[in-house]
């Protein structure tokens, strides 16, 4: 049976359906100079979310000769915390579970949209100051609007179709993708992303964070973002990040919401987490929430019994569904 470190939370129904296959679950957190000393080496697997960083010294001193370690799993889907290629070379398999926080993500990102268009928080924050704003908070529909998705993987199809019983019109860039895919979800599917900026006044950030996506939208984009609706309506020009931090260029954000370039702006993820000291967060046409895209009671189940599949799966001889390097199994 494995022995498996759980060190971001986990499930409790996942946890105790792996302890009740034979299987040793560890609940601890580790510094990081604790997991770059091998304190992984004395497990089979490990469990991660956003906030552990398995570094290419975590990998080597934790698997191989140096350790046990033979499984990397991120409950949840982005993996940038993850050397993949180290894990790879070392022979240390990659999971993820790619579906089951899609639904609590399409919803957040919808609440943000609605909450830019709606001047909801502001709202709440002025009246909360004693301000009852009624006649500054006049705000505008999304019927009518171009919605720019910038990646259309899961959750952005699925903020997609919601967006398009709203009223809204789709467009992505996506060039991983096949045209056929964006046809069927009723998405105009462009070459370059500029075009894309260029023709929408609502942007939703759904890719992965890598060197290539790092700051993707960046000041000179925003300015192309036209602030007039296909309906003729002056929207304003809004963007909103529900995937990774780092994709928006969050000094050019808070730059572009100065100037009154963008109108509003919702964040969920930022470059630097805890976002406590970033000035952006005070901004008044600003609203973010705390990385929370996954955390609702249904996700977080959802997770973890995607997970322990996948664990069980693996020190059964079977390879996991969800595994990111299959090539070493």
Same mark, same amino acid.
């Given at each position: 049976?494995?022995r ?7 499930d !409790?129904?996942?946890v105790?359906h /792996?302890r009740?296959?034979g ?5 601890q957190h580790y510094t ?5 000393s ?5 497990f !089979? ?13 975590v990998?080597k ?6 350790g046990?370690?033979k ?7 982005? %993996?940038?915390?993850?050397d /993949?290629?180290?894990a ?11 579906s ?6 399409v ?5 943000h949209l609605l909450a830019c268009a709606?001047? %909801?928080? +502001?709202?709440d924050r ?11 908070? *006049?705000?505008t529909?999304l019927?009518?609007?171009?919605l720019g998705?910038?990646?259309f993987g899961?959750?952005a199809q ?5 967006? *398009?019983s709203l009223?809204?019109t789709?467009h992505t860039y996506?060039?991983y993708?096949p045209?056929e895919?964006a ?5 105009? /599917?462009?070459d ?5 900026f260029?023709?929408?006044?609502h942007?939703s950030?759904?890719c992965?964070l890598?060197d290539?996506?790092?700051h993707?939208?960046?000041?000179e984009r925003m300015?192309?973002?036209?602030g ?15 995937a *990774? ?5 969050e ?7 100065e100037?009154g370039? %963008?109108?509003?702006a919702?964040?969920?993820v930022f470059?630097?987490?805890?976002a406590l000291?970033?000035?952006i967060v ?5 609203h973010? +929430?705390?990385h ?5 009671s249904e996700?977080?189940s ?6 322990a599949?996948?664990?069980?799966d693996?020190?059964?001889?079977r390879?996991p569904k969800s595994m990111?390097?299959p090539? %070493?199994?």
């Amino acid at each position: 049976m494995g022995r498996i470190a759980v060190t971001d939370g986990m499930d !409790d129904n996942a946890v105790n359906h /792996l302890r009740e296959m034979g299987h040793e679950v560890v609940l601890q957190h580790y510094t990081h100079d604790e997991l770059e000393s091998g304190v992984l080496s004395e497990f !089979d697997a490990v469990v991660i979310r956003s906030a552990t960083k398995i570094t290419e010294v975590v990998i080597k001193n934790s698997s191989g000769r140096n350790g046990n370690l033979k499984l990397i799993g991120r409950a949840g889907v982005g %993996i940038d915390n993850i050397d /993949l290629s180290i894990a790879t070379n070392s022979k240390v398999a990659v999971c993820n579970t790619p579906s089951a926080s899609t639904h609590a993500v399409v919803e957040l990102t919808i609440g943000h949209l609605l909450a830019c268009a709606r001047h %909801i928080t +502001t709202g709440d924050r002025t009246l909360r100051e004693g301000e009852w704003a009624k006649k500054q908070l *006049r705000g505008t529909e999304l019927s009518g609007k171009r919605l720019g998705l910038i990646g259309f993987g899961r959750i952005a199809q699925g903020v997609g179709r919601v967006a *398009r019983s709203l009223g809204m019109t789709l467009h992505t860039y996506d060039p991983y993708l096949p045209a056929e895919v964006a046809a069927d979800e009723h998405c105009q /599917l462009h070459d370059e992303i500029d075009e894309v900026f260029r023709l929408c006044t609502h942007i939703s950030i759904h890719c992965n964070l890598t060197d290539e996506t790092h700051h993707l939208v960046n000041a000179e984009r925003m300015k192309m973002m036209p602030g007039v609706g296909i309906d003729n309506v002056p929207c304003g020009n809004h963007i909103v990040n529900c995937a *990774r931090g780092g994709i928006v260029d969050e000094v050019a954000l808070l730059e572009a919401l100065e100037s009154g370039t %963008i109108a509003s702006a919702a964040l969920d993820v930022f470059e630097e987490e805890p976002a406590l000291d970033n000035p952006i967060v005070q901004h008044r046409n600003f609203h973010g +929430t705390p990385h929370i895209g996954a955390a609702t009671s249904e996700a977080q189940s959802r997770i973890g019994d995607e997970m322990a599949t996948l664990l069980i799966d693996f020190f059964n001889g079977r390879k996991p569904k969800s595994m990111l390097n299959p090539e %070493i199994f």
